[in-house]
Every structure is written in structure tokens, then in C-alpha cells.
């Protein structure tokens, strides 16, 4: 089995690590209620997406 021959260091330990980094999810305000919500999504609260009716919601 392969065994690194030098230690890595913290530069390139780090220069590897750079895009690990978490982002927040974007939010948008909905439409109808105003709430914050991810972008693309169906609203959980009305069942609307893009102007229209996708899915029922129970009361």
C-alpha cells in the first residue's frame, strides 16, 4: 500500500481544504406570504410554485 513519503504540509494542507468551506442557502422572499424560503421550491404553506397551484395543503 502507497505510504507519503514526506509530510504534508499546513500550506498545502490548506491550499487543498479551500473549497470546504459551508455557504448559507440562499433565501428569497416568497410571493404570497412573504416569508423566506430556498429559491426554486414549492411554498409549503400555500402549494404554489411559479404562479400556480402544484400541490394541496392540508389546513
Known sequence: MPVP?????KAK???RRSHHALTAPNLVDHADTGEKAPS???CLKTGYYKGRVVM???D
Not at 513519503?5 to 504540509?9: E, L, P
Open 40 to 42: 426554486h421550491r414549492v
Open 56 to 58: 394541496k395543503v392540508k
Open 5 to 9: 513519503k514526506r509530510r504534508t504540509g
Open 13 to 15: 494542507k490548506n491550499m
